[in-house]
């Protein structure tokens, strides 16, 4: 008793003197909400504790019901890390209104993106444009106030995402072998990141886009019919200026195409679709031009430099939304690879190593004007550090024009003619060509029919230009490599990149094969056929990568060479026998075509569906209401290099057997080849 006296005794001074001081509540610790994409789900507003409704459909935007039952079941679809898209049992997106209210609307926009964090099982909703938390506003659903919370709960009736699926099942063989090699081929040559290339206008489309396939592949006014993205187009891939009607998504009744070089050809669940079906490294090239981008009517900064830059972000976003569609950061399976053993460690998890590089004519700035270089040896070395920030793994340091490194390899024809006018522009002369034996850079790739075509498409020439007369027959580019090239493949030598040599003048080339020569040095490339032979054969000598232009496997009836015939070409140089891997080259929204249909398709056709190299089960792949058939489309969009690779061993015949080993080695080769270099 005596106890309880002094307890309660204690218990009243307590009382009396205010206690002790009571802990605070911790503040709820709010993180990005990652695992909602594709959930199915109600939501129950409340203001701090105290519930307010289930929302519901109104007749304009949305309100309140206590009953569960009558709840609408909203669907999302992940925007970006930590970003949503939501869609209600019609498939309408909520969006914030400028009167406060959040209503129903037709159609993605940024006031349909809302940005959600997670605590204690409560969300919150935050417009993503305006800022305004999602909650109860004047009786209906808008912007509430710092104590707006959502509860979610499981339900049915959700409107599905309009997506496109990779048309790909069954379980993939491992992506390397019991000895940790590498097992699946390699594109080393595309270019997924053209929407923001050439001042971000000139190619219509995106690999990837918050709102998905029907905001990233939808048409384009100024590329349909007289638009200057059609008269461009024209003049590039020869297509049709007057009847192009547009169409993307649903019905992508005008594009993709395999001859369409001005829309977007690698959606990612294309790339999906490849990656799925045994594709290992795909090493995407950030590419630019000043002359291109000036001719286009809307443009960001023409810099070349400001454009790799703008595509450096855009590759980094594109893995964050991957993996936002896939469940958070680091779960997507589309993985940035900086270092030879990063693409190990991706190809371990079975997942797709991307490497990075460059291609443009004039990097860093370095022009050469009337042969007068635009640059220093100290914008070379700064150039080069920025560029290994970006994890930029080989570079070009000739690309279309001649520049301050070198001479360039020549186009032909219209394109040739295009080309050339840009080297003027871009230099203040043509090019300048001999005649030559042996190796060369091309066979008098330019008449006067060519321009004449040209000026017809609405080209103009700069005031008191003459048109170049080449001679007949083997030309070459009277350019090599200059002092300052010479520099710049010593840096990236001393740095470990891969010295692309596609693109350089036979001269050019030649020298720089001199240095990797001397120097032992592996780290050269060959990787979409703008080689001469010779130089192939001496890249391979010292240890360097080949790659062939994706191409059709045989005869396509357009005068292109073939794959195959490409493949046995090198393979029979004298240096061929050091082919351990194979490559391919698709150059995809690089202003080439992709593969057409082979010519003996509808004889022997590509059978659906199929079993990849990988063991996974492959069927067409279907945009919207389109189906894609390799057959008839041909290479129309990346998905369908799944098809062409199978395509491609079944039409080897007796060198099937090697041809699927040489391309199954493919990303082994190149990686081992960047890893000596690097060594």
Same mark, same amino acid.
């Given at each position: 008793m005596a106890r309880l006296r002094k307890l309660a005794a204690g218990l009243l001074v307590l009382g009396l003197v205010g206690g002790l001081p009571v802990p605070a509540v911790a503040a709820p610790a709010w993180a990005p909400a990652h695992d909602l994409e594709g959930a199915c789900v109600t939501l129950q507003v409340y203001d701090g504790s105290a519930p307010r409704g289930y929302v519901q459909r109104a007749s304009v935007g949305y309100g309140f019901t206590g009953a569960a039952s009558s709840a609408e079941p909203f669907r999302f679809e992940a925007t970006q890390?930590?970003?949503?898209?939501?869609?209600?049992?019609?498939?309408?997106?909520?969006?914030?209104?400028?009167?406060?209210?959040?209503?129903?609307?037709?159609?993605?926009? =940024?006031?349909?993106?809302?940005?959600?964090?997670?605590?204690?099982?409560?969300?919150?909703?935050?417009?993503?444009?305006?800022?305004?938390?999602?909650?109860?506003?004047?009786?209906?659903? *808008?912007?509430?106030?710092?104590?707006?919370?959502?509860?979610?709960?499981?339900?049915?009736?959700?409107?599905?995402?309009? =997506? &496109?699926?990779?048309?790909? /099942?069954?379980?993939?063989?491992?992506?390397?072998?019991?000895?940790?090699?590498?097992?699946?081929? #390699?594109d080393a040559h595309a270019h997924i990141t053209a929407a923001e290339a050439f001042g971000g206008s000139l190619h219509c489309g995106d +690999?990837?886009?918050?709102g998905g396939a029907p905001v990233a592949l939808k048409g384009c006014p100024s590329h349909a019919t007289l638009g200057w993205g059609a008269l461009l187009e024209a003049i590039i891939a020869g297509t049709d200026p007057i009847n192009s009607a547009e169409d993307g998504w649903p019905t992508f009744g005008d594009w993709p195409q395999h001859d369409t070089m001005l829309h977007e050809a690698s959606y990612f669940r294309s790339l999906e679709r490849a990656w799925q079906s045994g594709q290992r490294v795909l090493n995407v090239l950030l590419v630019a031009n000043r002359v291109i981008c000036g001719l286009t009517l809307e443009?960001?900064?023409? =810099?070349?430099?400001?454009?790799?830059?703008?595509?450096?972000?855009?590759?980094?976003?594109?893995?964050?939304?991957?993996?936002?569609?896939?469940?958070?950061?680091?779960?997507?399976?589309?993985?940035?690879?900086?270092?030879?053993?990063?693409?190990?460690? &991706?190809?371990?998890? *079975?997942?797709?190593?991307?490497?990075?590089?460059?291609?443009?004519?004039? $990097?860093?700035?370095?022009?050469?004007?009337?042969? !007068?270089?635009?640059?220093?040896?100290?914008? $070379?070395?700064?150039?080069?550090?920025?560029?290994?920030?970006?994890?930029?793994?080989?570079?070009?340091?000739?690309?279309?024009?001649?520049?301050?490194?070198? *001479?360039?390899?020549?186009?032909?024809?219209?394109?040739?003619?295009?080309?050339?006018?840009g080297n003027l522009i871009s230099t203040g002369h043509w090019w300048q060509a001999t005649s030559c034996t042996g190796p /060369?850079?091309?066979?008098?790739?330019?008449? /006067?029919?060519?321009?004449?075509?040209?000026?017809?498409?609405?080209?103009?020439?700069?005031?008191?230009? @003459?048109?170049?007369?080449?001679?007949?027959?083997? @030309?070459?580019?009277?350019?090599?490599?200059?002092?300052?090239?010479?520099?710049?493949?010593?840096?990236?030598?001393?740095?470990?990149? @891969? &010295?692309? &040599? =596609?693109?350089? %003048?036979?001269?050019?080339?030649?020298?720089?094969?001199?240095?990797?020569?001397?120097?032992?040095?592996?780290?050269?490339?060959?990787?979409?056929?703008?080689?001469?032979? %010779?130089?192939?054969?001496?890249?391979?000598? !010292?240890?360097?990568?080949?790659?062939?232009?994706?191409?059709?496997?045989?005869?396509d009836g357009q005068d292109t060479p073939t794959f195959l015939d490409e493949w046995r070409a090198n393979k029979g140089l004298a240096n061929g026998s050091k082919i351990s891997g194979y490559g391919v080259g698709t150059d995809v929204n690089g202003l080439g075509p992709q593969a057409a249909p082979r010519l003996d398709a509808g004889s022997r056709p590509l059978t659906y569906p199929f079993t990849a190299t990988n063991g996974t089960r492959v069927a067409k792949q279907v945009y919207g209401s389109r189906t894609f058939d390799?057959?008839?489309?041909?290479?129309?969009?990346?998905?369908?290099?799944?098809?062409?690779?199978?395509?491609? #061993?079944?039409?080897?015949?007796?060198?099937?057997?090697?041809?699927?080993?040489?391309?199954?080695?493919?990303?082994? +080769?190149?990686?081992?080849?960047?890893?000596?270099?690097?060594?």
């Open positions: 890390l930590g970003r949503y898209l939501l869609r209600d049992s019609t498939g309408k997106p909520p969006y914030q209104s400028v009167l406060g209210w959040v209503w129903a609307g037709d159609a993605y926009g =940024d006031r349909a993106d809302w940005t959600v964090s997670v605590a204690d099982g409560r969300y919150r909703f935050v417009s993503t444009a305006t800022g305004q938390q999602l909650g109860v506003y004047l009786g209906g659903l *808008g912007a509430g106030n710092a104590g707006s919370t959502v509860a979610l709960a499981p339900a049915n009736g959700c409107a599905a995402v309009p =997506d &496109i699926a990779t048309g790909v /099942s069954g379980t993939a063989a491992p992506g390397v072998d019991a000895n940790g090699k590498m097992v699946g081929w #390699i +690999a990837y886009a918050p443009h960001t900064s023409c =810099d070349e430099m400001d454009q790799i830059r703008a595509q450096a972000t855009y590759l980094r976003k594109m893995q964050d939304y991957v993996d936002a569609r896939n469940g958070g950061p680091g779960k997507g399976w589309f993985r940035l690879a900086t270092t030879p053993a990063q693409v190990r460690q &991706i190809a371990a998890q *079975g997942k797709l190593a991307v490497t990075i590089g460059v291609e443009n004519s004039e $990097i860093f700035g370095c022009r050469e004007v009337n042969d !007068v270089p635009q640059c220093t040896r100290a914008q $070379i070395d700064a150039g080069l550090d920025e560029l290994a920030g970006m994890g930029v793994s080989g570079i070009y340091p000739v690309h279309k024009f001649d520049n301050a490194f070198g *001479g360039t390899r020549f186009d032909e024809g219209v394109t040739g003619a295009a080309v050339n006018v /060369s850079d091309n066979e008098q790739p330019l008449v /006067s029919d060519d321009f004449a075509r040209l000026l017809q498409l609405g080209v103009g020439l700069p005031a008191g230009a @003459i048109l170049p007369v080449y001679p007949s027959g083997k @030309i070459c580019n009277v350019r090599g490599l200059t002092e300052l090239g010479r520099y710049l493949v010593e840096r990236m030598m001393d740095r470990g990149m @891969i &010295i692309h &040599i =596609d693109h350089m %003048s036979v001269k050019a080339a030649s020298a720089v094969l001199d240095m990797a020569e001397q120097a032992s040095y592996p780290g050269v490339a060959s990787v979409h056929s703008w080689s001469d032979p %010779s130089m192939v054969n001496r890249m391979l000598g !010292v240890g360097g990568f080949v790659a062939g232009y994706a191409f059709s496997a045989t005869g390799l057959n008839t489309d041909g290479v129309a969009q990346y998905g369908l290099y799944a098809d062409w690779i199978t395509d491609l #061993i079944n039409q080897a015949g007796p060198d099937a057997t090697l041809l699927r080993r040489h391309l199954l080695g493919g990303a082994e +080769a190149y990686t081992m080849m960047w890893e000596k270099a690097r060594a």
